[in-house]
C-alpha cells in the first residue's frame, strides 16, 4: 500500500473519505456507507457532517445528527476519525484528510 507521500497530484484529488453509518443512522440514510469527495484536501469534523447531510437528503437524518443552534455535530451522535472519538482529538474542528474513515454512530439512551 502507498503512503500518502507517494501519491501523485492526480491521485489525491480523486481520492475519499469514507463515512460509515451505524445503526438508526444506517436506516434514516438508506445505505450504510456514503462517500464524501472533498474539493479541498481536508474538512473539518464540522464541515463534512454538513455534507453527509446533503448526501443523505432526509431531514430525519439531518435532526439525528446536527445539532441546530451550533449547525455542527449533536449530542446524540459519537464521531469517530479512523477508530478515534473526536473528543481526544480537536472536536468538531478536526480536520478530516482523503483516505481517512468517519463513523458516526447513534447514542442509545434507555430507562
Known amino acids: 500500500m502507498k503512503n500518502k507521500s507517494s501519491y501523485s497530484s492526480k491521485e489525491i484529488d480523486t481520492l475519499t473519505i469514507k463515512v460509515r453509518l451505524i445503526g438508526g443512522l444506517k436506516g434514516l440514510a438508506g445505505k450504510r456507507e456514503i462517500l464524501l469527495r472533498p474539493k479541498k484536501k481536508g474538512l473539518t469534523v464540522s464541515e463534512a457532517i454538513l455534507e453527509i447531510c446533503r448526501k443523505a437528503s432526509n431531514r430525519d437524518f439531518e435532526r439525528a445528527v446536527v445539532d441546530p443552534r451550533s449547525n455542527t455535530v449533536g449530542p446524540n451522535v459519537i464521531v469517530l ?3 478515534k472519538d473526536i473528543s481526544v482529538l480537536q472536536g468538531p474542528e478536526t480536520l ?16
Open 81 to 83: 476519525v479512523n477508530d
Open 96 to 111: 478530516i484528510r482523503s483516505n481517512d474513515t468517519v463513523t458516526l454512530v447513534p447514542v442509545s439512551h434507555g430507562g
